[in-house]
C-alpha cells in the first residue's frame, strides 16, 4: 500500500516491508518522511506483524536529507522526529543498507532496531562538507554503535566508511546477500527466527571520552581553522552521553546555528555548482568516439593529459618532436603512474602503459579520436601544428587545444574543419586537479562541444562550458585578482600579509605564493603579449618584471617572491622600493580585512563582466571555475556566489569608493549596477 508519494509497505504475514522510493538518490525529503511516520503508525495499529524492514529502491539507500529545502521554511515532520518514531516502534525495523547510506540515510538507518548491508554499500556523515553536522540524531547515535573516538573522526571529516570498517566499528550488524527487497524480506523473518538481534540505538550507554575530542578539536584549529562546524560537530559528540532525548534536543540547537551561517548557504552552493556545469546546451547531443587520444606536446602538461587519459583507461598517442622531448614525456607519465599506484588510484601501471604509445612521428595521429595539442604557448606555434593536423587526422577527429589564454577562433581558421575545433584547457598537473574549461569557439559544432564535455566526463573532471576570451574565465580572473594584488603590494601592503590574509580566508594560497609555485614568467609572457594593446592610463607595477629579468622565476628557479626557505626574497623587497621611490609612492598600512575585501571585490568584477559577455553561460559556471581550479574557499561558495552574498548595491558603492583612486580598474560592470537597482541577484540567472 502506498503511505506517502514516495514511501509504500508490502504486508506479508507476520512480517512488513517498508520501501522507499525517491530517485536519484533517495533524498528524505518531506514526501520520504511523512511516509516513514506513516509506516510506524501503521505498524503500531498492527500489532500481529511482528518485525519489520526498511529498504530502498533503485541504486542507494537514503544519501541524506533533501539538500534542495535547506534555507526554505522548515516541512513537518522533520527528521530528527521521524529517526526517533523509528526508534519507539514497539515493533523492531531492520534497516538494508544498499549504495551510499550518507547523512540523514545512516540517521534513519541508526534509529532502526538492526542494520543489515549489501555488498558494496558505504555509510557516512558528510554534512560538515554542507556546513553543518549531523542533525537528526547522528551525533549522538553513532556514538552509541562506535564510542566516541571513531565517531567524532568520522563526523568531522564526513569520509565515506567502507563496509568491512562500517562493520568492525560496530555501525552495520550483518551483511545481507540478494536484492534488496528480498534481503529486507529475510531480515524481517530472521528477526522472528531470533537469528538477528535487534536494540534501540538510543538505549546504548556512552562513555565519555574526552582526550579524542581533545583531539580532534586540536587537529580542527590547525587545519581549518576558518570553518565553524567542524569544531561544532565535535561539541555535539561531547554531549552523546546525556539522555538520548535531551542530547538530541541539544544537537538541533547546534544544527541550527550551522544552518543558519553563510558557510552552510556557500558549501551547499559549492555542492550544487559541481554538478550544475554538466548542465549545458549540447548535453543531450550524442558525441563521437573518446576512445584514443593523441597528445601532442610531451611537455610537463602534455604528460599530465596523457597520464589522465592513461588512469581513465583510454588509448594514447603522444607525439613531440625530439626523441630526447619523448623520453622526458615518458619520464614524466611514469612518474605519474607510480604516484597514483601509491594513492591507490591505479592498480596495474603496466597495464596503462601497454595502452601508451610514443612517437616522433606525427603520421601516427591518423588513427585517433582526439587530438590535444599542448604545445608552446605561441599562436604561430599552434597554427603550424593545426595546419598539420587538419592534413593527418581523421575525418571527424576532434582537435583540441590546451591553450590558457590564445585565441581558438584564429586557431580554428589554420584548419579547413574549423566546426572540429575546441579548446580542452586542463590545469596543471592535468591527472590531478579536477577541472576542465571546455571551450567552445564560434564554428565549434555542438557535436564537437558534446565530445568534449564526453570526454572531460571519462576523465572524471568537473568540466565547464566557456566562451573565447583572453584567458577564458579562469585566467581571466586570475589576472584581474593578479593586478588588485599587485597594486596593494606597490601601495605598502607587503606581499607576505596578502598571501597570508587569503590564506587565513581559506583560499588555497595567497597569489603571490601561487606565482612562484606556477613561475612568475607565465604572467611575464602574457604582460609582454599584451604590452602593445595595454591603455596608457592602465596602472602598472613592474616589480615582478624586474624580479624576471633578475632570473628570480619562482620555485624552479629557486627564489621568486620567496626564497627556498619561504622568506620573502631581499631582491623583491628592494625592487618594490626602488619601484615606489621612482613613482613617489608613500606606503601606507592595508589591514587584512581590506586586503581580502579589495581582492574579492576584483574578482567579483571581473567574473560578473565574464558573465555578462556570455563567456560563461551562468554565474554558477564562474563560481565552479574557481572553486575546482583556482583554491577559491570553497565556503565562500564562488565569487558570483560571494556578490549576492554581499549584495549588489553595496558591492557597487564599494567599487566607487575604490574607484575614486584607480577609475581605470575600478569600474562597475553594467550587470552590477542594474541588479543594484532592480535587487537582483546572480541566483535568480543560474
Ligand atoms: C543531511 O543529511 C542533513 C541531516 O543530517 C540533518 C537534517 C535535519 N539531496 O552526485 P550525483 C542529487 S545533509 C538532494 O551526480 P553520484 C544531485 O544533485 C545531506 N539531491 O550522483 C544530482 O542531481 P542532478 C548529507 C541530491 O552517483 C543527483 O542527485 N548527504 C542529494 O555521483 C545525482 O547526484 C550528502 O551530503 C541530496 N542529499 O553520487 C550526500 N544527493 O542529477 C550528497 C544527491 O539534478 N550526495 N542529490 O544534478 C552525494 O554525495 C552524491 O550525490 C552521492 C551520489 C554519493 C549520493
Same mark, same amino acid.
Given at each position: 500500500m502506498q503511505l506517502?508519494?514516495t514511501v509504500s509497505l508490502d504486508h506479508e504475514g507476520d512480517i512488513a516491508l517498508i520501501r522507499i522510493d525517491n530517485?536519484?538518490?533517495n533524498?528524505?525529503?518531506?514526501?520520504v518522511?511523512?511516509g516513514l511516520?506513516a509506516a510506524v503508525?501503521w505498524l503500531?495499529?498492527h500489532p500481529q506483524v511482528e518485525a519489520a524492514a526498511l529498504y530502498a529502491a533503485g541504486r542507494t539507500f537514503v544519501?541524506?536529507?533533501?539538500?534542495?529545502?535547506?534555507?526554505?521554511?522548515?516541512? /513537518? +515532520?522533520?527528521?530528527?522526529?521521524?529517526?526517533?518514531?523509528l526508534?519507539?516502534s514497539a515493533t523492531p525495523i531492520v534497516c538494508i543498507l544498499h549504495g551510499?547510506t550518507?547523512?540523514?540515510g545512516?540517521?534513519i538507518a541508526?534509529g532502526c532496531h538492526a542494520r543489515l548491508a549489501l555488498p558494496g554499500a558505504?555509510?557516512?556523515?558528510?554534512?560538515?562538507?554542507?556546513?553543518?553536522? +549531523?542533525?537528526?540524531?547522528?551525533?549522538?547515535?553513532?556514538?552509541?554503535?562506535?564510542?566516541?573516538?571513531?565517531?567524532?573522526?568520522?563526523?568531522?571529516?564526513?569520509?565515506?566508511?567502507?563496509l568491512?570498517?562500517?562493520?568492525?566499528?560496530?555501525?552495520i550488524d550483518g551483511m545481507a546477500t540478494d536484492t534488496p527487497d528480498q534481503a529486507a524480506r529475510n531480515a524481517a523473518r530472521a528477526v522472528l527466527d531470533g537469528a538477528l538481534r535487534t536494540r534501540?540505538?538510543?538505549?546504548?550507554?556512552?562513555?565519555? =571520552?574526552?582526550?579524542?575530542? =581533545?583531539?580532534?578539536?586540536?587537529?580542527?584549529?590547525?587545519?581549518?581553522?576558518?570553518?565553524?562546524?567542524?569544531?561544532?560537530?565535535?561539541?555535539?559528540?561531547?554531549?552523546?552521553?546525556?539522555?538520548?532525548?535531551?542530547?538530541?534536543?541539544?544537537?538541533?540547537?547546534?544544527?541550527?546555528?550551522?544552518?543558519?551561517? +553563510?558557510? *552552510?548557504?556557500?558549501?551547499?552552493?559549492?555542492?550544487?555548482?559541481?554538478?550544475?556545469?554538466?548542465?549545458? +546546451?549540447?548535453?543531450?547531443?550524442?558525441?563521437?568516439?573518446?576512445?584514443?587520444?593523441?597528445?601532442?606536446?610531451?611537455?610537463?602538461?602534455?604528460?599530465?593529459?596523457?597520464?589522465?587519459?592513461?588512469?581513465?583507461?583510454?588509448?594514447?598517442?603522444?607525439?613531440?618532436?625530439?626523441?630526447?622531448?619523448?623520453? *622526458?614525456?615518458?619520464?614524466?607519465?611514469?612518474?605519474?603512474?607510480?604516484?597514483?599506484?601509491?594513492?591507490?588510484?591505479?592498480?596495474?601501471?603496466? /597495464?596503462?602503459? %601497454?595502452?601508451?604509445?610514443?612517437?616522433?612521428?606525427?603520421?601516427?595521429?591518423?588513427?585517433? /579520436?582526439?587530438?590535444?595539442?599542448?604545445?608552446?604557448?605561441?599562436?604561430?606555434?599552434?597554427?603550424?601544428?593545426?595546419?598539420?593536423?587538419?592534413?593527418?587526422?581523421?575525418?571527424?577527429?576532434?582537435?583540441?587545444?590546451?591553450?590558457?589564454?590564445?585565441?581558438?577562433?584564429?586557431?580554428?581558421?589554420?584548419?579547413?574543419?574549423?566546426?572540429?575545433?575546441?579548446?580542452?584547457?586542463?590545469?596543471?598537473?592535468?591527472?590531478?586537479? *579536477?577541472?576542465?574549461?571546455?571551450?567552445?569557439?564560434?564554428?565549434?559544432?555542438?557535436?564537437?562541444?558534446?565530445?568534449?564535455?564526453?570526454?572531460?566526463?571519462?576523465?572524471?573532471?568537473?568540466?565547464?562550458?566557456?566562451?573565447?576570451?583572453?584567458?577564458?574565465?579562469?585566467?581571466?580572473?586570475?589576472?584581474?585578482?593578479?593586478?588588485?594584488?599587485?597594486?596593494?603590494?606597490?601601495?605598502?601592503?607587503?606581499?607576505?600579509?596578502?598571501?597570508?590574509?587569503?590564506?587565513?580566508?581559506?583560499?588555497?594560497?595567497?597569489?603571490?605564493?601561487?606565482?612562484?609555485?606556477?613561475?612568475?614568467?607565465?604572467?611575464?609572457?602574457?604582460?609582454?603579449?599584451?604590452?602593445?594593446?595595454?591603455?596608457?592610463?592602465?596602472?602598472?607595477?613592474?616589480?615582478?618584471? *624586474?624580479?624576471?629579468?633578475?632570473?628570480?622565476?619562482?620555485?624552479?628557479?629557486?627564489?621568486?617572491?620567496?626564497?627556498?626557505?619561504?622568506?620573502?626574497?631581499? %631582491?623583491?623587497?628592494?625592487?618594490?622600493?626602488?619601484?615606489?621611490?621612482?613613482?613617489?609612492?608613500?606606503?601606507?598600512?592595508?589591514?587584512?580585512?581590506?586586503?581580502?575585501?579589495?581582492?574579492?571585490?576584483?574578482?567579483?568584477?571581473?567574473?560578473?563582466?565574464?558573465?555578462?559577455?556570455?563567456?560563461?553561460?551562468?554565474?554558477?559556471?564562474? =563560481?565552479?571555475?574557481?572553486?575546482?581550479?583556482?583554491?577559491?574557499?570553497?565556503?565562500?561558495?564562488?565569487?558570483?556566489?560571494?556578490?549576492?552574498?554581499?549584495?549588489?548595491?553595496?558591492?557597487?558603492?564599494?567599487?566607487?569608493?575604490?574607484? $575614486?583612486?584607480?577609475?581605470?580598474?575600478? $569600474?562597475?560592470?553594467?550587470?552590477?549596477? =542594474?541588479? %543594484?537597482?532592480?535587487?537582483?541577484?546572480?541566483?535568480?540567472?543560474?
Amino acid at each position: 500500500m502506498q503511505l506517502s508519494e514516495t514511501v509504500s509497505l508490502d504486508h506479508e504475514g507476520d512480517i512488513a516491508l517498508i520501501r522507499i522510493d525517491n530517485p536519484p538518490v533517495n533524498a528524505a525529503g518531506v514526501t520520504v518522511r511523512q511516509g516513514l511516520v506513516a509506516a510506524v503508525d501503521w505498524l503500531a495499529a498492527h500489532p500481529q506483524v511482528e518485525a519489520a524492514a526498511l529498504y530502498a529502491a533503485g541504486r542507494t539507500f537514503v544519501a541524506g536529507a533533501d539538500i534542495r529545502e535547506f534555507g526554505k521554511p522548515p516541512l /513537518d +515532520p522533520w527528521l530528527p522526529e521521524v529517526c526517533q518514531r523509528l526508534e519507539d516502534s514497539a515493533t523492531p525495523i531492520v534497516c538494508i543498507l544498499h549504495g551510499t547510506t550518507l547523512g540523514g540515510g545512516l540517521e534513519i538507518a541508526m534509529g532502526c532496531h538492526a542494520r543489515l548491508a549489501l555488498p558494496g554499500a558505504k555509510v557516512g556523515l558528510p554534512e560538515v562538507h554542507l556546513g553543518i553536522i +549531523p542533525g537528526a540524531g547522528g551525533t549522538q547515535r553513532m556514538p552509541r554503535l562506535t564510542g566516541q573516538a571513531f565517531a567524532v573522526e568520522a563526523i568531522t571529516t564526513g569520509r565515506h566508511i567502507a563496509l568491512e570498517e562500517a562493520l568492525s566499528a560496530g555501525i552495520i550488524d550483518g551483511m545481507a546477500t540478494d536484492t534488496p527487497d528480498q534481503a529486507a524480506r529475510n531480515a524481517a523473518r530472521a528477526v522472528l527466527d531470533g537469528a538477528l538481534r535487534t536494540r534501540a540505538t538510543g538505549a546504548q550507554a556512552v562513555t565519555a =571520552d574526552p582526550d579524542a575530542l =581533545d583531539a580532534a578539536r586540536a587537529r580542527i584549529r590547525k587545519t581549518q581553522p576558518h570553518l565553524y562546524s567542524p569544531l561544532r560537530c565535535v561539541d555535539a559528540v561531547e554531549l552523546s552521553t546525556l539522555p538520548i532525548r535531551e542530547g538530541i534536543a541539544r544537537e538541533r540547537v547546534i544544527y541550527q546555528e550551522c544552518h543558519d551561517t +553563510p558557510q *552552510r548557504a556557500g558549501l551547499i552552493h559549492a555542492f550544487f555548482a559541481e554538478r550544475a556545469v554538466a548542465k549545458v +546546451p549540447e548535453a543531450g547531443i550524442p558525441p563521437r568516439a573518446t576512445d584514443h587520444i593523441g597528445v601532442i606536446g610531451a611537455g610537463t602538461m602534455g604528460a599530465g593529459i596523457a597520464t589522465a587519459c592513461l588512469l581513465a583507461g583510454l588509448t594514447v598517442t603522444l607525439t613531440d618532436r625530439d626523441d630526447a622531448a619523448i623520453a *622526458r614525456g615518458r619520464a614524466a607519465i611514469d612518474a605519474n603512474l607510480d604516484g597514483a599506484v601509491k594513492r591507490g588510484k591505479l592498480a596495474d601501471k603496466d /597495464d596503462a602503459l %601497454a595502452r601508451l604509445a610514443t612517437t616522433t612521428d606525427s603520421a601516427a595521429l591518423s588513427k585517433v /579520436d582526439i587530438l590535444i595539442e599542448a604545445a608552446f604557448e605561441d599562436m604561430a606555434v599552434k597554427q603550424a601544428i593545426f595546419a598539420d593536423l587538419d592534413r593527418i587526422a581523421k575525418p571527424g577527429a576532434v582537435l583540441a587545444t590546451n591553450t590558457s589564454y590564445l585565441d581558438v577562433n584564429t586557431i580554428a581558421q589554420a584548419t579547413a574543419r574549423p566546426g572540429d575545433v575546441m579548446g580542452l584547457h586542463f590545469f596543471s598537473p592535468a591527472h590531478v586537479m *579536477r577541472l576542465c574549461e571546455v571551450v567552445v569557439a564560434e564554428a565549434t559544432t555542438p557535436e564537437t562541444a558534446a565530445t568534449g564535455f564526453a570526454l572531460a566526463k571519462r576523465l572524471r573532471k568537473i568540466a565547464v562550458r566557456s566562451g573565447v576570451c583572453d584567458g577564458f574565465i579562469g585566467n581571466r580572473i586570475l589576472r584581474s585578482t593578479r593586478r588588485a594584488a599587485e597594486y596593494m603590494m606597490l601601495d605598502g601592503a607587503p606581499f607576505a600579509q596578502i598571501d597570508a590574509a587569503l590564506e587565513a580566508a581559506g583560499w588555497a594560497m595567497g597569489p603571490f605564493r601561487v606565482s612562484d609555485l606556477a613561475g612568475l614568467d607565465i604572467a611575464w609572457a602574457q604582460r609582454k603579449r599584451l604590452a602593445a594593446t595595454r591603455p596608457p592610463e592602465e596602472r602598472y607595477v613592474d616589480m615582478p618584471d *624586474r624580479l624576471c629579468e633578475a632570473g628570480h622565476l619562482g620555485r624552479k628557479t629557486g627564489a621568486g617572491y620567496y626564497l627556498k626557505d619561504g622568506t620573502p626574497n631581499p %631582491a623583491a623587497l628592494s625592487a618594490l622600493e626602488a619601484e615606489r621611490a621612482a613613482k613617489g609612492i608613500a606606503p601606507r598600512t592595508f589591514t587584512d580585512d581590506e586586503i581580502v575585501s579589495r581582492f574579492l571585490t576584483a574578482m567579483i568584477m571581473e567574473a560578473s563582466r565574464i558573465f555578462e559577455e556570455r563567456i560563461a553561460l551562468r554565474p554558477i559556471d564562474v =563560481d565552479a571555475v574557481l572553486l575546482f581550479g583556482y583554491g577559491f574557499p570553497r565556503h565562500l561558495g564562488g565569487p558570483l556566489h560571494q556578490a549576492d552574498a554581499i549584495g549588489a548595491a553595496p558591492l557597487v558603492d564599494r567599487i566607487d569608493s575604490f574607484a $575614486q583612486e584607480d577609475r581605470h580598474f575600478w $569600474q562597475v560592470p553594467e550587470i552590477l549596477r =542594474d541588479m %543594484a537597482h532592480s535587487s537582483g541577484t546572480f541566483a535568480q540567472r543560474n
